[in-house]
T-cell receptor, first 114, second 111 residues
Framework: GENVEQHPSTLSVQEGDSAVIKCTYS??????FPWYKQELGKRPQLIID?????GEKKDQRIAVTLNKTAKHFSLHITETQPEDSAVYFC?????????????FGKGTHLIIQP | GAGVSQSPSNKVTEKGKDVELRCDPI?????LYWYRQSLGQGLEFLIY????????KSGLPSDRFSAERTGGSVSTLTIQRTQQEDSAVYLC?????????FGPGTRLLVL
Protein backbone atom coordinates (compact mmCIF):
# COMPACT_ATOMS: atom_id res chain seq x y z
CA GLY A 1 0.00 0.00 0.00
CA GLU A 2 0.84 3.68 -0.04
CA ASN A 3 3.35 5.13 2.42
CA VAL A 4 3.68 8.90 2.97
CA GLU A 5 6.67 10.41 4.77
CA GLN A 6 6.52 14.03 5.98
CA HIS A 7 9.31 16.33 7.18
CA PRO A 8 10.02 18.13 9.38
CA SER A 9 7.90 17.05 12.35
CA THR A 10 8.27 20.53 13.88
CA LEU A 11 9.07 23.79 12.11
CA SER A 12 9.56 27.14 13.81
CA VAL A 13 9.81 30.29 11.66
CA GLN A 14 9.77 34.01 12.31
CA GLU A 15 6.59 35.84 11.42
CA GLY A 16 6.87 37.11 7.86
CA ASP A 17 9.33 34.41 6.78
CA SER A 18 8.48 31.46 4.52
CA ALA A 19 7.80 27.89 5.60
CA VAL A 20 8.30 24.75 3.52
CA ILE A 21 7.01 21.28 4.39
CA LYS A 22 8.01 18.27 2.31
CA CYS A 23 6.39 14.91 1.70
CA THR A 24 7.32 11.80 -0.26
CA TYR A 25 5.03 8.99 -1.35
CA SER A 26 5.67 5.43 -2.47
CA UNK A 27 2.78 4.48 -4.79
CA UNK A 28 3.42 5.76 -8.31
CA UNK A 29 -0.31 5.31 -9.05
CA UNK A 30 -1.25 8.01 -6.53
CA UNK A 31 -2.77 10.95 -8.35
CA UNK A 32 -4.27 13.26 -5.75
CA PHE A 33 -2.32 15.15 -3.07
CA PRO A 34 -4.21 17.35 -0.59
CA TRP A 35 -2.86 19.36 2.34
CA TYR A 36 -4.81 19.78 5.55
CA LYS A 37 -4.41 22.27 8.40
CA GLN A 38 -5.49 21.18 11.86
CA GLU A 39 -5.68 23.60 14.77
CA LEU A 40 -5.65 22.21 18.29
CA GLY A 41 -8.86 20.35 19.08
CA LYS A 42 -10.38 21.11 15.68
CA ARG A 43 -11.11 19.10 12.55
CA PRO A 44 -8.64 18.97 9.65
CA GLN A 45 -9.38 21.67 7.07
CA LEU A 46 -8.44 21.29 3.41
CA ILE A 47 -6.21 24.22 2.44
CA ILE A 48 -4.95 23.26 -1.00
CA ASP A 49 -4.66 20.20 -3.20
CA UNK A 50 -2.91 19.20 -6.41
CA UNK A 51 -3.61 16.53 -8.97
CA UNK A 52 -0.96 14.57 -10.79
CA UNK A 53 -1.51 16.32 -14.11
CA UNK A 54 -0.01 19.62 -12.87
CA GLY A 55 3.30 20.50 -11.27
CA GLU A 56 2.38 23.56 -9.24
CA LYS A 57 -0.69 25.27 -7.79
CA LYS A 58 -0.92 28.54 -5.92
CA ASP A 59 -3.60 30.16 -3.77
CA GLN A 60 -2.59 33.53 -2.31
CA ARG A 61 0.20 32.84 0.24
CA ILE A 62 0.05 29.07 -0.17
CA ALA A 63 1.55 27.01 -2.97
CA VAL A 64 2.08 23.32 -3.57
CA THR A 65 4.58 21.72 -5.94
CA LEU A 66 4.59 18.14 -7.20
CA ASN A 67 7.45 16.15 -8.69
CA LYS A 68 5.97 12.90 -10.00
CA THR A 69 9.29 11.49 -11.10
CA ALA A 70 10.80 11.84 -7.66
CA LYS A 71 7.46 11.13 -5.94
CA HIS A 72 7.57 14.13 -3.69
CA PHE A 73 5.43 17.18 -3.09
CA SER A 74 5.85 20.27 -0.96
CA LEU A 75 3.78 22.96 0.73
CA HIS A 76 5.08 26.54 0.67
CA ILE A 77 3.65 29.26 2.88
CA THR A 78 4.97 32.78 2.30
CA GLU A 79 4.72 35.84 4.56
CA THR A 80 3.74 33.67 7.51
CA GLN A 81 1.33 35.04 10.09
CA PRO A 82 0.50 33.96 13.67
CA GLU A 83 -2.75 32.35 12.50
CA ASP A 84 -0.72 29.97 10.33
CA SER A 85 0.40 28.17 13.50
CA ALA A 86 -1.13 24.68 13.38
CA VAL A 87 -0.35 21.09 12.45
CA TYR A 88 -0.19 20.50 8.71
CA PHE A 89 -0.77 17.10 7.13
CA CYS A 90 0.02 15.99 3.61
CA UNK A 91 -1.84 13.07 2.07
CA UNK A 92 -1.98 10.98 -1.08
CA UNK A 93 -4.53 8.77 -2.75
CA UNK A 94 -5.44 7.05 -6.01
CA UNK A 95 -8.67 9.01 -6.20
CA UNK A 96 -10.96 7.34 -8.71
CA UNK A 97 -8.51 4.47 -8.99
CA UNK A 98 -10.08 2.19 -6.42
CA UNK A 99 -8.01 3.38 -3.45
CA UNK A 100 -9.70 6.62 -2.60
CA UNK A 101 -8.92 6.61 1.10
CA UNK A 102 -6.23 9.14 1.94
CA UNK A 103 -2.88 8.02 3.32
CA PHE A 104 -1.59 10.77 5.58
CA GLY A 105 1.85 11.85 6.66
CA LYS A 106 2.46 12.13 10.39
CA GLY A 107 2.10 15.90 10.38
CA THR A 108 4.26 19.00 10.83
CA HIS A 109 3.74 21.27 13.80
CA LEU A 110 4.30 24.78 12.41
CA ILE A 111 5.11 27.45 14.98
CA ILE A 112 5.15 31.10 13.92
CA GLN A 113 7.35 33.14 16.24
CA PRO A 114 6.21 36.78 16.67
CA GLY B 1 -24.51 24.89 3.97
CA ALA B 2 -24.28 22.30 6.71
CA GLY B 3 -21.00 20.47 7.04
CA VAL B 4 -20.28 16.91 8.09
CA SER B 5 -21.67 16.18 11.54
CA GLN B 6 -20.76 13.42 13.96
CA SER B 7 -22.23 12.12 17.19
CA PRO B 8 -21.54 11.76 19.97
CA SER B 9 -18.76 14.34 20.29
CA ASN B 10 -17.30 12.42 23.23
CA LYS B 11 -17.76 8.83 24.38
CA VAL B 12 -16.35 7.15 27.45
CA THR B 13 -16.81 3.40 27.70
CA GLU B 14 -15.50 0.45 29.61
CA LYS B 15 -13.18 -2.11 28.10
CA GLY B 16 -15.17 -4.90 26.49
CA LYS B 17 -18.26 -2.84 25.70
CA ASP B 18 -19.51 -2.12 22.18
CA VAL B 19 -19.79 1.44 20.84
CA GLU B 20 -21.52 3.02 17.85
CA LEU B 21 -20.36 6.25 16.25
CA ARG B 22 -22.52 8.15 13.80
CA CYS B 23 -21.68 10.31 10.80
CA ASP B 24 -23.98 12.55 8.75
CA PRO B 25 -22.24 13.54 5.52
CA ILE B 26 -22.75 16.71 3.51
CA UNK B 27 -25.95 16.44 1.47
CA UNK B 28 -25.21 15.28 -2.06
CA UNK B 29 -21.81 13.81 -1.24
CA UNK B 30 -21.69 10.26 -2.54
CA UNK B 31 -18.44 9.21 -0.88
CA LEU B 32 -17.94 8.75 2.87
CA TYR B 33 -14.77 7.88 4.76
CA TRP B 34 -13.84 6.95 8.30
CA TYR B 35 -10.42 7.76 9.79
CA ARG B 36 -8.86 7.34 13.21
CA GLN B 37 -6.46 9.83 14.82
CA SER B 38 -4.57 8.78 17.89
CA LEU B 39 -3.18 11.42 20.26
CA GLY B 40 -0.50 13.48 18.52
CA GLN B 41 -0.56 11.24 15.46
CA GLY B 42 -1.64 11.46 11.87
CA LEU B 43 -4.87 10.14 10.48
CA GLU B 44 -5.30 6.46 9.72
CA PHE B 45 -7.74 5.40 6.99
CA LEU B 46 -10.34 2.86 8.12
CA ILE B 47 -13.11 2.40 5.53
CA TYR B 48 -14.58 4.06 2.44
CA UNK B 49 -18.09 4.00 0.96
CA UNK B 50 -18.91 5.14 -2.58
CA UNK B 51 -22.54 5.18 -3.61
CA UNK B 52 -23.99 1.67 -3.64
CA UNK B 53 -20.67 -0.06 -4.28
CA UNK B 54 -19.16 -2.51 -1.83
CA UNK B 55 -17.11 -0.58 0.75
CA UNK B 56 -13.33 -0.55 0.82
CA LYS B 57 -12.59 -2.09 4.21
CA SER B 58 -8.85 -2.36 3.71
CA GLY B 59 -8.00 -0.05 6.60
CA LEU B 60 -10.03 -1.69 9.34
CA PRO B 61 -7.54 -2.79 12.04
CA SER B 62 -9.45 -5.89 13.21
CA ASP B 63 -12.72 -7.75 12.82
CA ARG B 64 -14.02 -5.91 15.87
CA PHE B 65 -14.50 -2.90 13.62
CA SER B 66 -17.38 -2.64 11.16
CA ALA B 67 -19.32 0.11 9.43
CA GLU B 68 -22.58 0.51 7.60
CA ARG B 69 -24.01 3.21 5.41
CA THR B 70 -27.78 3.26 5.11
CA GLY B 71 -29.58 4.79 2.16
CA GLY B 72 -26.36 6.22 0.81
CA SER B 73 -26.26 8.83 3.53
CA VAL B 74 -25.77 8.30 7.28
CA SER B 75 -23.00 5.94 8.37
CA THR B 76 -22.39 4.11 11.64
CA LEU B 77 -18.99 2.82 12.75
CA THR B 78 -19.27 0.03 15.31
CA ILE B 79 -16.44 -1.16 17.54
CA GLN B 80 -17.16 -4.39 19.38
CA ARG B 81 -15.46 -5.49 22.61
CA THR B 82 -13.54 -2.22 22.86
CA GLN B 83 -9.91 -2.26 23.96
CA GLN B 84 -7.87 0.56 25.52
CA GLU B 85 -5.87 0.92 22.31
CA ASP B 86 -9.10 1.87 20.53
CA SER B 87 -9.01 5.21 22.36
CA ALA B 88 -8.68 7.89 19.69
CA VAL B 89 -10.59 10.53 17.76
CA TYR B 90 -12.70 8.96 15.03
CA LEU B 91 -13.17 11.29 12.10
CA CYS B 92 -15.64 11.02 9.27
CA UNK B 93 -15.24 12.77 5.92
CA UNK B 94 -17.40 13.06 2.83
CA UNK B 95 -16.76 14.11 -0.74
CA UNK B 96 -18.50 14.62 -4.05
CA UNK B 97 -15.38 14.64 -6.21
CA UNK B 98 -11.95 14.25 -4.61
CA UNK B 99 -11.93 16.96 -1.94
CA UNK B 100 -12.72 15.37 1.41
CA UNK B 101 -14.38 17.47 4.10
CA PHE B 102 -14.07 16.32 7.68
CA GLY B 103 -16.51 16.26 10.55
CA PRO B 104 -15.57 17.38 14.07
CA GLY B 105 -14.86 13.82 15.19
CA THR B 106 -15.88 11.62 18.09
CA ARG B 107 -13.37 11.41 20.92
CA LEU B 108 -13.49 7.85 22.26
CA LEU B 109 -11.94 6.93 25.60
CA VAL B 110 -11.88 3.28 26.63
CA LEU B 111 -11.22 2.80 30.33
Amino acid sequence: GENVEQHPSTLSVQEGDSAVIKCTYSDSASNYFPWYKQELGKRPQLIIDIRSNVGEKKDQRIAVTLNKTAKHFSLHITETQPEDSAVYFCAASRAGGGADGLTFGKGTHLIIQP
Amino acid sequence: GAGVSQSPSNKVTEKGKDVELRCDPISGHTALYWYRQSLGQGLEFLIYFQGNSAPDKSGLPSDRFSAERTGGSVSTLTIQRTQQEDSAVYLCASSRDREQYFGPGTRLLVL
